[in-house]
């Protein structure tokens, strides 16, 4: 169905190829799962499916891409719309209509389906993706992952041959996430839709591929084959696979299903151990005071009678389904709502929807989940130049922090043609660089590989130390489980759940990590705590040296 011949791509003034040497084929009925570290190509390949590479893009093409037969050179988006369906990373960028429904039938319109299936293709779609009561909602209102949603449907409507998703469960809670990957699965198993889909967040999608290709480092060959082999020697890899090399399991599980059922041996080594405990922070004076706090927008009351208090040193996770009113409070906390009802107070009582500007970033900064609201620089280090400037810090300090999240990316390069994943990094970079007393990041591992979240986690878990707090709000468990010590809850705009991560996330079939799941009833939520406690340093403690605490 998808056809790889000899292909190379070279965008204009690049110093190397961005793919190079990729041969290879895509069965029809298949559902391909495109992995590999943060700008390596994966977009690039992605977007040569459906014939964006070259004719939008720019550059230069050397070899063949066909679909369905069609030879992408010779055929134009335009001429593939019957047979390719394709969502990018960013669902805004997708958009041509204002409402829900109206994205679901636009499609359909362009390529002139009866009025009657199109009715009954949009109502499907909006049962299939848990739409139907944002049917008439305009898009502009709607959360990330709400987006997100939308965007999916609108190509899924016309049913197209193949699919082409990058990052399609990135920005969506856990039980959305795996509402979407079902129906992609029906599609490959019932329809058999030819799905080519890049993910990082392997957790999620590995056991739903019937192949891997991975793309390793730029200039290497792909690879493609079993997930299970093809994991086994990948960079990236989900939480199950590293808990299994640590256990010795051979070839390794890609469900927690599967793991659980090779768990028996791995739990009998890790009995009587617990996890090292949490760092306290110094407690001291709360940087955010959020107290009985509700929002309106229009006549909508987003945030109902919100509490929360974060001191120096903690690192907090804001989590909840899409449209629970996450990013809402993030954006009050800096002054971008005011409060119908309740008090929101930073360090030294400042309120932020009365603050001037420039004292309300000595108190807080925010990474937005569209990381271009920060950019408008030419270059990567006119960005860095910039932030310095702003945050009054030595000249290089955002350029250090550049380099060590994203130590691939030429200073040169302009920040448009950055990966989504590589932008995000460098608007975290140009925030951090300020070190706020409170940062607050919105989806902050969107678009990044699990080496990539490594560095961040290692960044912020510094700056924690110093005494600053954070507060993110996320999807991502594997994060929260790794670097938060606590983890709050938000449903329909209220707080259900504060507490520490332990505690909230272990019982939540939605919210707990892998490892927790395979090691379940014990404490274990990271490949971290299992590899300290298993060498004895720094991971875990036995019972009776905590006096038997459980």
Request: aromatic share 2%; with cysteine; charged share 25%.
């Amino acid at each position: 169905m998808i056809r790889f011949e000899d292909v190379s791509v070279t965008y204009a003034d690049a110093a190397a190829p961005a793919l190079s040497g990729v041969d290879l084929t895509v069965e029809e009925g298949e559902l391909c799962l495109l992995v590999g570290p943060s700008g390596v190509g994966k977009s690039t390949l992605l977007n040569a499916v459906c014939g964006l590479v070259p004719h939008f893009t720019g550059g230069t093409l050397r070899g063949r891409v066909t679909v369905a037969g069609r030879d992408t050179r010779t055929h134009p988006p335009r001429d593939l719309a019957d047979v390719v369906g394709t969502v990018g990373q960013d669902p805004l960028a997708h958009f041509v209509t204002s409402t829900v429904e109206d994205e679901l039938a636009y499609g359909m319109e362009s390529l002139g389906v009866p009025r009657d299936t199109m009715r009954r293709r949009v109502e499907e779609t909006l049962d299939l993706l848990g739409l139907a009561d944002l049917r008439d909602r305009p898009l502009a209102t709607l959360s990330g992952g709400q987006r997100q949603r939308v965007a999916i449907g609108s190509v899924l409507t016309p049913h197209p041959r193949v699919l082409v998703l990058d990052e399609p469960t990135s920005a969506l809670d856990p039980a959305a996430a795996e509402e979407v990957l079902a129906v992609l699965q029906r599609l490959v198993h019932d329809l058999g839709t030819t799905v080519l889909m890049a993910e990082h967040r392997l957790e999620r999608v590995v056991q739903y591929a019937d192949r891997v290709l991975l793309l390793p480092a730029p200039g290497e060959p792909p690879v493609l084959g079993d997930p299970a082999a093809v994991l086994a020697r990948s960079p990236v890899r989900p939480p199950v696979v590293a808990l299994a090399g640590l256990a010795g399991w051979e070839p390794p599980p890609l469900s927690v299903r599967d793991a659980r059922r090779r768990a028996a041996g791995l739990r009998g080594r890790l009995d009587g151990l617990r996890p090292a405990p949490a760092a306290s922070p110094d407690g001291g004076a709360a940087l955010l005071d959020v107290r009985g706090l509700t929002v309106r927008r229009g006549r909508a009351e987003v945030l109902r009678d919100v509490g929360l208090v974060v001191r120096p040193g903690e690192t907090v996770a804001l989590m909840g389904r899409n449209g629970a009113g996450k990013t809402t409070l993030l954006r009050t906390l800096m002054g971008m709502h005011a409060p119908a009802a309740g008090s929101v107070t930073l360090a030294d009582g400042l309120v932020p929807h009365r603050a001037e500007p420039a004292a309300l970033l000595r108190h807080a900064g925010l990474v937005p989940q569209d990381p271009r609201d920060l950019l408008y620089e030419e270059t990567v280090a006119a960005e860095c130049a910039a932030a310095d400037a702003d945050a009054g810090a030595a000249p290089g300090a955002c350029a250090a922090l550049v380099a060590r999240l994203l130590p691939e990316v030429r200073r040169e390069a302009h920040p448009r043609d950055l990966s989504e994943g590589q932008r995000l990094a460098l608007a975290l970079a140009v925030v951090l660089t300020a070190a706020p007393p409170a940062l607050l990041l919105d989806e902050p591992t969107r678009g990044l590989d699990y080496a990539a979240k490594e560095r961040l986690a290692g960044v912020l878990r510094e700056l924690a130390d110093e005494g600053h707090c954070v507060l993110l709000a996320t999807h991502d468990v594997e994060l929260a489980a790794d670097l938060a010590s606590r983890v709050v809850v938000l449903a329909d705009g209220e707080v259900v759940a504060d507490g520490p991560t332990a505690e909230v996330v272990v019982g939540s079939p939605s919210f707990a990590p892998q490892v927790a799941k395979v090691l379940a009833p014990g404490p274990w939520l990271t490949v971290a705590q299992v590899a300290g406690a298993l060498r004895g340093v720094g991971g875990g403690v036995r019972d009776d040296v905590r006096g038997g605490a459980s």
